[in-house]
Structure formats: C-alpha cells, structure tokens
C-alpha cells in the first residue's frame, strides 16, 4: 500500500527524495526556484576571480586590432616568460588565466595546422614556440585553471565571411580544445565582420552575426571535447556579458535570462536594454562576467605604464563585480619582453594585500543566531548554518515564509563596515531585496540595503561597533535559502571608499 501511495505522489509531480523524505519523517528539501546552475556553472562560480593575458602581434605593432596584415615577424618577445605570468595571477588572488590564443588579427599563438599566420612562422624560438602549450602547463603548475579565447572574426584569412570559413573555425577551436589538458572557460568575443586584409583582398566584409558562424556546432564542439568548460559570449549559453568593459556590474543582478532571439554580436544597445542585468523570470541559468582590463587598452602600450589601475581602483572594481554577484576576469597584458610589467604587477600585488587582510577574519565567527523562521523546525536548516562556510549547509524557511530575518549576537562589540551575504544558489536565486541593521546603544539602525543577493554580495558602509546584527530580507521569489551571512572590517591597507559606479 505505501508503495502504491508513494507512486501515486511521485506522479503528481514530487521528486523520488522528496517523498522520500516525507516518508521518513524528515523535513523535505526547499524545492528549486527557478532556473539553476549546471556542475559547471556552480563550479565556475566559485572562481570568482581570474585573468586575461592579450598577447599577440599587437603587443609589438602598438595596436589594439591589428588589420591582419602583419607580417609574421614582428611577433618576437625576448624574455617570453608563461610562468610570470601564471605567478603574478597566483599572486594576487586569482583561480585561472584566459589567453588570447586568436585574437582578430588572426595571428595564432599555437602553431595551428590550418594558418601560415601563427607562431610557426615567427622568429620567437625559430619558429618552434607555442605560448598557448607554456601557458597552459604553468597554470598547470601554479594550480589556475586554463581558458582560450579565440576570435570568431579573422581579420588575416581570405576565406572570412564565406561559407568555407565556419568549418576553419571550428578546426582551429578543436585544436584548443583537444591539445592543453582541461579548459575551464571558451571565450567568444562579439566583434564581427569590418575592414581587413582577407588574404590581400582589403576590403569590407560583413556576415549575418545571428546565422553565419553555426554557433550550435562549435556549442556542440565544445560539450564534446571539453564538457566541463563554460562558453562565454554576449548570447552565453553557459556565461553571459556584464555590457560594459569598466569593471561595474548591476546591483540588481539576475542570473536567468531568457536567451531566446539573442546571439553573440547582437550590438550593444540591444543587449544593454535587454540582457545585461539578467531577466528574473528567464528561461535558463546565464551568470555574468566582468571584463575590465588592468590599462586603458587591452594590449601592452608602453605610453599607458603610467596609467595603471591603482591598488584603490581595483579594489573597487573587486566590490563592483563580485561582490555584485559577478566573476571578474581582469586583464594584465604582457608587454614586449613577454612579461607582466612591473607597475602592473605592483598595483595586482596591492589588491591581494587588501583582499587577504580584509576578509582573512569573519567577525561574524562564533555569534548567537536566531531567525523568524526555521523551516520545519529542523536543525538541517538552522540559521547558525550562515556561518558554517559551506555552500551545502544554509538556512532555510518553510515554503510560504518569503521575508524575515536573521540575528546575530557578536561575542562582544566589534567594528566592521561590510557585510558578505550568499545564497545557495544550487536551489536558484530568490533574494530580491533586503536591508541590513546594525544595534548600537541600544537602537537598531539600517547601515545597508540591496536587492539581488545570488552568489555574492558585499555591501560597504561607515564603519560601525556594534554586539547585533540583522539581516531584514524584505522580499523574495521563494522560501529563503541563505548559505553566508559574513562581518568584515577594511584592511588597513585599503581605505573605505563610497563610490557608486553602478550602470
């Protein structure tokens, strides 16, 4: 007979554990909102933080996009040095490195089989380098996972904007993808189609952006060879862009969107009215990415040494983006020895020591916490699992609780003037807005408010001394489900800044 009943549930929709659960007297799970991530979305979400290296025949011609015409020689740095560049990101805190392995001047810095325009037929090494190889196996060895970007539009080739030219790329993406060990991340930019040399041609050519490429293939390429890489472009599927490159993402920040008429090329004010800020009630799970580069430029320009970000511009730029929910992928060029210049290096070294001293302690460590709301009573979902710095273990409210809140009693007063707040988001996004209290004298007073939560947000204040603390959440797309509630003071090696750079 339970077998029966069981059944009979299980066909009206419930999932096998949730009844499951049910049967066994325990409190089911809270049941999903929404889209979720993928194992490869939830993985890339805990990187947070890596690098670009744009490295190529520009580096040496002073240009951001080179024509395509270069003559293979000019590429030839004198001190080429893959694992400075992999040490530097370790560094200063980073998970892994992207490099420019095609950028839209088509020179390859593989010795791909299907160009002449590639390191092969460079000075560098006569002719026998391959950076994309030393860049992978030191990432290998300084423990950073490895992604390419490879440019859809090639400047160099004669067969572009042609029906022969798709089929080349997907050639020289199977060679990435099939030659440097695991690729945590494929990049796909959205320039297509201009001016270009095209073999000699030296014309204008453009494609259709939505239908050319055959983006389904390369997709399908791409889950083939390399199935836990995540694909970025301003179309995702698995990554989307934030819409802007000055290191800023939105502060109500969804990661669904409903990807249904987008492709990668759209035009930025379509995508900007449209996508960049994620959709809430969007179809599929399409997280955003920050892009911002270290420089003014995103190649080496000896003219811009002196206008590096500052320790304060990229802590700034690390609150913008993941502490707005978002990866940040921040750019350091090589220059024309091959290496990382050494004010760049400075400025990176500069954020680690912030980051490492701001968030080394969680003030909110050891505290008393009560909620409104336990969901069913059951200590599985207990709130002092906030603080328990483990994405399995999270605070949750019964279905039809929405809103409420959470306390924490301080062992002591402590000063802090940030607060780091997580969902867990295997379950989806819900958080749409919430306000953070802080009891001083005997009062409670409101010192932060946001809206979105998702993986991360981290709110900046004055800094306050206080014994208690509330998380208000206001409002919500489901029951709550919120695996972080995190207390920090600034490093006396960074200042509180307020500044809102928000789009």
Same mark, same amino acid.
């Given at each position: 007979?339970?077998?029966?009943?069981?059944?009979?549930? *299980?066909?009206?929709?419930?999932?096998? &554990?949730?009844?499951?659960?049910?049967?066994?007297?325990?409190?089911?799970?809270?049941?999903?909102?929404?889209?979720?991530?993928?194992?490869?979305?939830?993985?890339?979400?805990?990187?947070?933080?890596?690098?670009?290296?744009?490295?190529?025949?520009?580096?040496?011609?002073?240009? /951001?996009?080179?024509?395509?015409?270069?003559?293979?020689?000019?590429?030839?740095?004198?001190?080429?040095?893959?694992?400075?560049?992999?040490?530097?990101?370790?560094?200063?805190?980073?998970?892994?490195?992207?490099?420019?392995?095609?950028?839209?001047?088509?020179?390859?810095?593989?010795?791909?089989?299907?160009?002449?325009?590639?390191?092969?037929?460079?000075?560098?090494?006569?002719?026998?380098?391959?950076?994309?190889? /030393?860049?992978?196996?030191?990432?290998?060895?300084?423990?950073?996972?490895?992604?390419?970007?490879?440019?859809?539009?090639?400047?160099?080739?004669?067969?572009?904007?042609?029906?022969?030219?798709?089929?080349?790329?997907?050639?020289?993406?199977?060679?990435?993808?099939?030659?440097?060990?695991?690729?945590?991340?494929?990049?796909?930019?959205?320039?297509?189609?201009?001016?270009?040399?095209?073999?000699?041609?030296?014309?204008?050519?453009?494609?259709?952006?939505?239908?050319?490429?055959?983006?389904?293939?390369?997709?399908?390429?791409?889950?083939?060879?390399?199935?836990?890489?995540?694909?970025?472009?301003?179309?995702?599927?698995?990554?989307?862009?934030?819409?802007?490159?000055?290191? !800023?993402?939105?502060?109500?920040?969804?990661?669904?969107?409903?990807?249904?008429?987008?492709?990668?090329?759209?035009?930025?004010?379509?995508?900007?009215?449209?996508?960049?800020?994620?959709?809430?009630?969007?179809?599929?799970?399409?997280?955003?990415?920050?892009?911002?580069?270290?420089?003014?430029?995103?190649?080496?320009?000896?003219?811009?040494?002196?206008?590096?970000?500052?320790?304060?511009?990229?802590?700034?730029?690390?609150?913008?983006?993941?502490?707005?929910? *978002?990866?940040?992928? &921040?750019?350091?060029?090589?220059?024309?020895?091959?290496?990382?210049?050494?004010?760049?290096?400075?400025?990176?070294?500069? &954020?680690?020591?912030?980051?490492?001293?701001?968030?080394?302690?969680?003030?909110?460590?050891?505290?008393?916490?009560?909620?409104?709301?336990?969901?069913?009573?059951?200590?599985?979902?207990?709130?002092?699992?906030?603080?328990?710095?483990?994405?399995?273990?999270?605070?949750?409210?019964?279905?039809?609780?929405?809103?409420?809140?959470?306390? &924490?009693?301080?062992?002591?007063?402590?000063?802090?003037?940030?607060?780091?707040?997580?969902?867990?988001?295997?379950?989806?996004?819900?958080? /749409?807005?919430?306000?953070?209290?802080?009891?001083? /004298?005997?009062?409670?007073?409101?010192?932060?408010?946001?809206?979105?939560?998702?993986?991360?947000?981290?709110?900046?204040?004055?800094?306050?001394?206080?014994?208690?603390?509330?998380?208000?959440?206001?409002?919500?797309?489901? *029951?709550?489900?919120?695996?972080? !509630?995190?207390?920090?003071?600034?490093?006396?090696?960074?200042?509180?800044?307020?500044?809102?750079?928000?789009?």
């Amino acid at each position: 007979m339970i077998i029966h009943i069981k059944a009979t549930i *299980c066909a009206m929709g419930l999932s096998a &554990l949730l009844v499951s659960n049910l049967f066994a007297g325990e409190t089911p799970s809270p049941p999903p909102c929404g889209v979720v991530p993928s194992a490869r979305q939830l993985a890339w979400h805990e990187l947070e933080f890596y690098g670009f290296i744009h490295f190529t025949v520009n580096t040496f011609t002073d240009k /951001e996009w080179g024509y395509g015409d270069e003559d293979e020689s000019v590429f030839n740095p004198t001190s080429l040095d893959a694992w400075q560049w992999a040490r530097v990101a370790h560094d200063a805190g980073m998970k892994g490195l992207i490099i420019t392995a095609k950028h839209h001047d088509g020179f390859c810095l593989w010795p791909s089989a299907y160009t002449k325009h590639s390191v092969r037929n460079s000075p560098w090494k006569n002719g026998h380098g391959d950076v994309v190889k /030393e860049l992978s196996d030191a990432c290998r060895e300084y423990g950073l996972k490895f992604g390419v970007y490879l440019s859809p539009w090639d400047r160099n080739r004669a067969d572009y904007a042609t029906p022969a030219y798709p089929a080349h790329y997907r050639d020289q993406l199977r060679e990435l993808l099939s030659n440097y060990g695991p690729i945590f991340e494929v990049w796909w930019d959205g320039a297509n189609g201009g001016d270009g040399f095209y073999g000699g041609a030296r014309e204008t050519r453009k494609i259709d952006a939505a239908t050319y490429y055959d983006w389904a293939a390369a997709r399908d390429l791409v889950r083939s060879l390399q199935p836990d890489a995540v694909i970025f472009s301003d179309a995702g599927p698995d990554v989307r862009w934030v819409g802007n490159e000055k290191g !800023v993402g939105y502060k109500t920040n969804w990661m669904a969107l409903k990807p249904e008429g987008l492709y990668v090329g759209i035009g930025t004010a379509t995508y900007d009215a449209h996508y960049a800020a994620g959709q809430p009630d969007g179809s599929s799970w399409v997280p955003p990415e920050v892009d911002v580069s270290i420089r003014p430029g995103w190649f080496y320009h000896a003219n811009e040494n002196s206008q590096v970000k500052s320790q304060q511009g990229l802590v700034n730029i690390y609150y913008d983006s993941v502490g707005r929910g *978002c990866n940040l992928l &921040l750019n350091m060029p090589p220059d024309r020895r091959g290496l990382i210049c050494e004010n760049d290096v400075a400025s990176l070294n500069g &954020l680690r020591r912030y980051l490492d001293g701001t968030f080394k302690t969680d003030l909110a460590s050891g505290a008393k916490v009560t909620a409104s709301n336990t969901r069913g009573g059951d200590n599985r979902y207990a709130p002092e699992n906030v603080l328990a710095l483990d994405n399995h273990a999270y605070w949750a409210t019964d279905d039809n609780v929405t809103n409420g809140s959470i306390e &924490l009693e301080l062992n002591g007063i402590k000063q802090f003037d940030q607060v780091m707040l997580q969902e867990n988001i295997a379950l989806g996004q819900r958080v /749409e807005a919430w306000n953070f209290e802080a009891q001083t /004298e005997g009062h409670w007073r409101t010192v932060a408010r946001g809206a979105t939560i998702g993986h991360k947000s981290i709110a900046r204040f004055a800094p306050v001394n206080a014994n208690k603390v509330r998380l208000n959440i206001t409002q919500a797309r489901g *029951c709550l489900v919120l695996s972080r !509630v995190g207390l920090f003071l600034s490093s006396k090696n960074g200042t509180y800044a307020k500044v809102d750079r928000s789009p």
